[in-house]
């Protein structure tokens, strides 16, 4: 090899178009990966709301009624923290529980909000952006199901 020869490596073109090309990825890969993130989180949840259901069958097999959260030994926030847990009407036919979005989880829009109401022998699971759970039913399914 001759003492001469120009060393060869990146030109500052190259760099920056494959960092254009890294951005444009990224910028397209985040939103998803956010969705997912948000939807994984979700399932905290849910988890917490067939536990707080298991245990208001619990009580209420035992009693005439169904209870708060006290009564039933439930916590008010989710395992993983994710979510704001409170049973807003309860008696002897049935409950109301909203499991609500906090922090990060807060921004999942459509599904901030969590309501599943036992009515009688009836199970409802209603889904929304605040407390007044006006979901439509394809997007309560899209918020109950993983």
């Known amino acids: 090899m001759p003492a001469h020869a120009a060393a060869r490596g990146f030109t500052l073109i190259e760099t920056l178009a494959a960092m254009a090309i890294a951005a444009v990825l990224s910028g397209i890969a985040m939103p998803s990966f956010d969705a997912q993130l948000r939807k994984a989180r979700r399932a905290d949840a849910l988890t917490a709301v067939a536990q707080i259901q298991g245990a ?25 923290g994710h979510y704001t847990l409170q049973i807003t009407a309860f008696n002897a036919d049935g409950y109301e529980l909203l499991a609500t979005a906090t922090g990060t989880q807060a921004r999942d829009a459509d599904c901030r909000v969590l309501r599943a109401r036992a009515v009688g022998m009836n199970l409802v699971y209603e889904s929304g952006t605040d407390a007044r759970v006006a979901n439509d039913a394809a997007a309560n399914r899209r918020c109950w199901s993983l």
């Open 56 to 80: 208001q069958e619990r009580l209420r097999s035992r009693s005439t009624r169904y209870g708060n959260l006290a009564e039933i030994g439930a916590a008010a926030v989710s395992a993983a």
